[in-house]
């Protein structure tokens, strides 16, 4: 780090913070590629329950807490492994 805060001419606690700006506009344009406010689940061939659940999800979502939406989000990356790929 020190060759790095002598290259870039700023001090070890400046260089530190430029480092966390950076991974919040990492965490940014993360969120932004990811970001779709009007998604359209597309249940075509899928379970009469695949289609259940998005609507639930659509009719609910609002009323969800951050807590909740958290434990969703969990869920869906622990199980991401065992989710078909749809090309």
């Given at each position: 780090?020190?060759?790095?805060?002598?290259?870039?001419?700023?001090?070890?606690?400046?260089?530190?913070?430029?480092?966390?700006?950076?991974?919040?506009?990492?965490?940014?344009?993360?969120?932004?590629?990811?970001?779709?406010?009007?998604?359209?689940?597309?249940?075509?061939?899928?379970?009469?329950?695949?289609?259940?659940?998005?609507?639930?999800?659509a009719a609910?979502?609002?009323?969800?807490?951050?807590?909740?939406?958290?434990?969703?989000?969990?869920?869906?990356?622990?199980?991401?492994?065992?989710?078909?790929?749809?090309?």
């Amino acid at each position: 780090m020190a060759s790095r805060t002598t290259e870039l001419g700023v001090s070890p606690a400046h260089y530190w913070t430029l480092q966390c700006h950076m991974d919040d506009a990492e965490e940014l344009l993360r969120l932004a590629r990811l970001s779709h406010p009007r998604v359209t689940v597309d249940t075509t061939g899928l379970s009469p329950r695949a289609t259940e659940l998005a609507n639930r999800l659509a009719a609910s979502i609002s009323r969800l807490c951050e807590r909740d939406l958290e434990r969703l989000s969990l869920i869906l990356e622990s199980d991401s492994d065992m989710l078909p790929i749809k090309e």
